[in-house]
């Protein structure tokens, strides 16, 4: 099992979270129900970040960063706002 830290950018604010899981997709699933249970971001809008995180996953997958091991990023939109995540495992 690895440690992943999750690094999440989203209008100026950075939030740093980790997971043990058996491998990414565990970690980010993990990551994604975290934000819908602990609403870092209030309720409502907690809840549609991780759906558009999901989605941003899922349509432009993770991209492993060049000459770095186990590093990855994603990036999307939320309400017309670019958020940025880090992933990466240990």
């Not at 999440?8 to 990414?24: A, C, H, M, N, P």
Request: net charge negative.
């Amino acid at each position: 099992m690895s440690i992943y830290t999750i690094v999440f950018e989203l209008d100026g604010g950075t939030y740093v979270s980790q997971s043990r899981k058996e491998d990414i997709d565990g970690a980010l699933a993990d990551w994604v129900e975290n934000l819908k249970r602990e609403k870092p971001f209030g309720s409502t809008q907690s809840t549609r970040i991780a759906n558009a995180v999901g989605r941003a996953i899922v349509a432009g997958g993770l991209a492993p960063l060049s000459g770095l091991t186990g590093v990855w990023c994603f990036t999307g939109l939320y309400a017309d706002r670019l958020f940025v995540g880090h992933v990466v495992q240990s």
